[in-house]
């Protein structure tokens, strides 16, 4: 059977595993690739990883097509992800309305479950909130990082800590079993990121990436979208 590679976020896993059937009904075609940090996806994109379709940050997007490894013309935006709080469903729910909130919250965790702090958005995001909030040297010890969200997001499903806490992109956190959305970041803590899709430039199936875009960007998907924590 012919596929449709892609390379993408995984912050995308759950908006592409929800469309796979319709794309399957257009275009005769599955779809398969790797979803992981959107630093190592866009760098498996120029090392010569072959791909049909990307779904990354729009940030990077516009680089990869600066690079003519995107072609400029496909690129769309799929829509805005944030970076949330995550706990186990037997735990209660946290809230962090202020950075105060948010300190105490992280402090009190025996266990802080995030993606790669180097490669990945949320990661980043994790480390740069933990600088500002002074305690990054406090919780180091702590940190559970993993390869990306979906990794880190099992792994606190399934964690034997007594209070632990996740923190990554909503989408990752909405597709995982065994956890719940717990709450945003607070105002000065927050990311909401813009995801984008577009064809790569050596696609072997560039008009059915085509088609799997305009099925994630779609208003007939808008509900779908918003289901597995996309928005706008």
């Keep these: 059977?012919?596929?449709l590679t892609i390379l993408s976020g995984g912050a995308a896993q759950g908006l592409v595993r929800g469309l796979s059937d319709a794309f399957k009904t257009k275009t005769s075609l599955s779809i398969d690739g790797e979803f992981g940090a959107v630093g190592i996806m866009a760098d498996k994109l120029r090392t010569g990883t072959a791909a049909d379709l990307v779904i990354l940050t729009q940030a990077l997007l516009a680089k990869l097509a600066e690079e003519k490894l995107v072609v400029p013309s496909s690129i769309a935006d799929v829509g805005r992800v944030e970076t949330a709080l995550a706990v186990r469903n037997r735990d209660p729910k946290v809230t962090a309305k202020t950075e105060a909130d948010l300190r105490e919250v992280l402090r009190s965790a025996d266990a802080i479950y995030v993606p790669d702090i180097k490669a990945s958005t949320a990661g980043q995001h994790v480390a740069k909130v933990l600088d500002q909030l002074g305690i990054a040297y406090e919780v180091a010890s702590r940190l559970k990082i993993f390869p990306n969200g979906a990794t880190a997001m099992r792994e606190l499903a399934?964690?034997?800590?007594?209070?632990?806490?996740?923190c990554t992109q909503a989408t990752e956190i909405i597709a995982t079993d065994g956890i719940a959305l717990s709450g945003s970041l607070p105002p000065g803590c927050e990311l909401v990121t813009m995801y984008t899709a577009g064809v790569t430039a050596r696609a072997a199936h560039p008009n059915e990436a085509a088609v799997l875009i305009a099925l994630l960007t779609g208003v007939e998907h808008k509900e779908l979208r918003?289901?597995?924590?996309f928005a706008g």
């Design 158 to 166: 399934t964690s034997t800590a007594a209070r632990p806490i996740g």
């Design 1 to 3: 059977m012919t596929t």
């Design 226 to 229: 918003q289901r597995v924590g």
